[in-house]
């Protein structure tokens, strides 16, 4: 597979989530999603992206994610999600191929209809999250994996 470039929409759009979840940092930069919209998942503080004509999704492109970066992040994201090849355009206008990860089709009735923002994530869901992320994981801070 060999290194990656992934367009991030939600929550791996803040650098502290991303090395949380990877345990490495990564260089990213603005950048937008055309031809997908970004929904709130129903009941939670996660977003999901679909497939949608004439929308657009803002978001950060990180590059240079090798092999064993990227098996974190489908374990991350887990078996509702999809990672799809997409065109991303960043700043300047350029277009680069890139991975996302996309709500599968069977699961897209979790989309709550209401749009997904990173901001009031930061405001209102990250301490949630931090809480979730080492509480779901308090078995390997107990190990001292971490």
Not at 24 to 41: D, M, P, Q, T, W
Not at 86 to 112: M, Q
Not at 125 to 141: A, S, T, Y
Request: net charge negative; glycine share 8%; charged share 30%.
């Amino acid at each position: 597979m060999g290194v990656q470039s992934l367009f991030c929409y939600g929550t791996l759009q803040s650098p502290m989530v991303m090395k949380a979840v990877v345990g490495a940092a990564f260089s990213g930069k603005e950048a937008v999603l055309h031809g997908f919209a970004r929904y709130r998942i129903k009941k939670t503080e996660y977003p999901a992206i679909t497939a949608e004509e004439g929308s657009s999704v803002n978001g950060k492109m990180y590059w240079d994610l090798d092999e064993d970066a990227i098996a974190k992040l489908d374990a991350f994201e887990g078996d509702k999600y999809e990672r799809v090849p997409v065109k991303v355009t960043v700043a300047g206008g350029e277009v680069i191929d890139a991975y996302a990860y996309a709500i599968k089709p069977e699961y897209r009735k979790l989309l709550s209809g209401d749009p997904w923002d990173f901001d009031r994530f930061l405001q209102n869901g990250l301490e949630r999250w931090i809480n979730w992320f080492v509480e779901d994981r308090r078995d390997l801070f107990d190990r001292g994996d971490l």
